[in-house]
């Protein structure tokens, strides 16, 4: 890998880098206020439900537009989409600066997710194209581990800051950081579609109906039950939307997604592992984050800290990745990497309120070798798939699944978590007077604050709603290890037993900028 990166250009590196500190921003902003949950629901009461949806509003957004944002970097240039995402980002980030309340966290955390829908596709497109094929391996795999890393760095920044400061200098610093990257873009060159293709409108809508509407079935189902009407309505939506994209996709002449793609397996069955690997490692990030801090009685810093033995094993093994698919075929590290995912994500599920730290480190360590090993292997089959003028688009589709799959995830972990503690902790809140039956079915951390305000004599009530708490978190974990290994089974079969190789033709995709 080092050979290879010293005989990048100047111009290479300096790609490199703004394109992976970009993704890194994207990402960790993520994760980001994983860690000041417990800050921001003590501040803004938010419920348990808020919670997760302050978290998935940036995810959603940015997964119903990354499509249409690849689409547009294509048509009018990927260096423009990074620097327009990276501005929305910024100013979005600053709303809760001047403005409180949980709804317009929420709102905020939506409009940054429309700027990060911009810039992630812009990224690796712009990598794909200022790199011939001969060292676009190493700079996928360079970007596939900061990609991987990304949560890691978000949750270890923000509890450095809310070691010093409230949970609002997490926003303040990932505005300042996407203004100074918007700046530093400029310095980028140029590169887009050069046949200019026009922008397909119906497909646009109907992908972000298609994911917006599913993310919405996974967020309310475990809470409000399967059977509750907007959840068949939400479920018959995102159906109908989903079947409705790919019949305009079929026919249009310029479509926003050729679905035809999805028909090789590099390509179909790439797309579906990273998917499945955002869907859990997002979803266990949630879990994670709040078990340290409420559990353990981590304070920020540490419970940052804590996640950083994860890093590790994905920067080390995803510039890798890459060759073990050209040498045994995408198949190998798609059920290698996913199957110790799985091992991983069981091995959470048997964490205990009188654990420690130590018996949570061997399963984040397992489960990031897995990412290491499967990701950038997936996300180079993706990008194989499409001629290189189209790579904004294949850009999205791996940025789409990453963030359908995270925003699944999100929904999916803390909605089975919320319901779990809720079911748990249902018998213990109908002996508490009144007032105190809502703050306390909301969250854990509202019931420790309950808890410390009445004393002492409160501790059987810290001590029932830990328990439910522990209780969600296994149950969610054990869903994720087990959708993981049955996926590991399925990837495994369907990905293709050979060496990843390019199905079109690469064709120049940069073209002077401005």
Known sequence: MDSATTRMSRTQRWTLVITCLAIVLVIASMAALYTALPSIAASTGATQQHLTWIVDAYTLALACLVLPGGALGDRYGRRNALIVGLAIFALASAVPLVVHGSGWLIGSR?????????????????????????????????????????????????????????????????????????????????????????????????????????????????????????????????????????????????????????????????????????????????????????????????????????????????????????????????????????????????????????????????????????AAAATTAIVSGVPAGNHGVAAAVNDAAREVGAAIGIALAGSILAAAYSRRIAPVIEALPEPLRAPVSDSLASALQVSARLGPQANPLAEAAEAAFIHGIRQASLVLGILTLVAAIVLGAWAPGRAIESSVPDEPAVVPGP
């Open 110 to 374: 939506a409009i940054a997710g429309v700027g990060a829908a911009l810039v992630m596709p812009s990224t690796l497109s712009l990598l794909t194209a200022g790199f011939p094929p001969a060292r676009r391996g190493v700079a996928i795999g360079i970007w596939a581990g900061m990609a991987g890393t990304g949560a890691v760095v978000g949750i270890i920044g923000s509890g450095l800051l809310l070691e010093q400061w409230s949970w609002q200098s997490i926003p303040l610093a990932m505005s300042v950081i996407g203004a100074l990257l918007a700046v530093a873009a400029c310095t980028l060159p140029e590169s887009r579609d050069p046949a200019h293709p026009p922008f397909d409108l119906w497909g646009a809508a109907l992908s972000a109906a298609a994911v917006g509407l599913l993310v919405l079935v996974t967020i309310e189902a475990p809470a409000r039950g399967w059977s509750e009407p907007i959840v068949w309505i939400a479920g018959a939506g995102a159906l109908v939307a989903g079947v409705a994209f790919v019949l305009v996709e079929l026919r249009v002449t310029h479509p926003l997604l050729d679905v035809r793609l999805f028909t090789q397996r590099g390509f179909g069955s790439g797309t579906v592992t990273v998917s499945i690997q955002f869907l859990v490692s997002f979803g266990l990030f949630l879990l994670i984050v709040q078990y340290l801090q409420l559990i353990l009685d981590y304070r920020p810093l540490l419970s940052a800290v804590a996640m950083a033995p994860m890093a590790g094993p994905m920067m080390a093994l995803s510039p890798v990745s890459p060759w073990l698919a050209e040498r045994f075929g995408l198949r190998m590290p798609t059920a290698v990497g996913l199957g110790i995912l799985g091992i991983g994500l069981v091995s959470v599920a048997r964490v205990s309120s009188g654990g420690g730290y130590l018996d949570l480190v061997l399963p984040l360590v397992i489960t990031s070798a897995g990412l290491g090993v499967s």
